[in-house]
T-cell receptor
Framework: GAGVSQSPSNKVTEKGKDVELRCDPI?????LYWYRQSLGQGLEFLIY????????KSGLPSDRFSAERTGGSVSTLTIQRTQQEDSAVYLC????????????FGPGTRLTVL | KNEVEQSPQNLTAQEGEFITINCSYS?????LHWLQQHPGGGIVSLFM???GKKKHGRLIATINIQEKHSSLHITASHPRDSAVYIC????????FGKGTRLHILP
């Protein structure tokens, strides 16, 4: 596709449920990034992938968060047993190579945990 | 841990004014990004810098590695430049500044 796409665009869930957020990067981009922006807050870096590998998972807020990337393309961010503080906009970006290229951002997934 | 400070936090200016937004960081980095977030929430990457200066249209970004400082300049500002401008630095992680909210009055 022409840009980074994310789905769903909005997700409302009940506390304690699991959610899965999807990111489709720009074709050919080897690096993929996940960020979070809570209401009224700045951007927070969560994790990046170079290919299918995520070298550093320490940015994930808790062990309820996990991410994977398969085939060097689509990535999913999974949040287990969601909490109200997980409510945020989750943004995905991709670039040709990690760290040396412009990142292109998706529109985000707005997650609301009731 | 790298600390990223942006200034000013908020800036209101008249159309046509020259705008400068500053970003300072505390630890050596491999790259610095300037991002633009419009009121609708979409984020656009404006520049990625590791040294020197880059220009794109009315936007200019500079970085001084020794002083750990970067500036984003907007020449002949326009109301459509109204947005939040975010500085992000990369060492082993990506760390964001809190953003500068720019409002250009017609």
């Amino acid at each position: 596709g022409a840009g980074v796409s994310q789905s769903p665009s909005n997700k409302v869930t009940e506390k304690g449920k699991d959610v899965e957020l999807r990111c489709d990067p720009i074709s050919g981009h080897t690096a993929l990034y996940w960020y979070r922006q809570s209401l009224g807050q700045g951007l927070e870096f969560l994790i990046y992938f170079q290919g299918n590998s995520a070298p550093d998972k320490s940015g994930l807020p808790s062990d309820r968060f996990s991410a994977e990337r398969t085939g060097g393309s689509v990535s999913t961010l999974t949040i287990q047993r969601t909490q109200q503080e997980d409510s945020a906009v989750y943004l995905c970006a991709s670039s040709l190579v990690f760290g040396v290229d412009t990142q292109y951002f998706g529109p985000g997934t707005r997650l609301t945990v009731l | 841990k790298n600390e990223v400070e942006q200034s000013p936090q908020n800036l209101t200016a008249q159309e046509g004014e020259f705008i400068t937004i500053n970003c300072s960081y505390s630890v050596g980095i491999s790259a610095l990004h300037w991002l633009q977030q419009h009121p609708g929430g979409g984020i656009v990457s404006l520049f990625m810098l590791s040294s020197g200066k880059k220009k794109h249209g009315r936007l200019i970004a500079t970085i001084n590695i020794q002083e750990k400082h970067s500036s984003l300049h907007i020449t002949a500002s326009h109301p459509r430049d109204s947005a939040v401008y975010i500085c992000a630095v990369r060492d082993d992680k990506i760390i964001f500044g809190k953003g500068t909210r720019l409002h250009i009055l017609p």
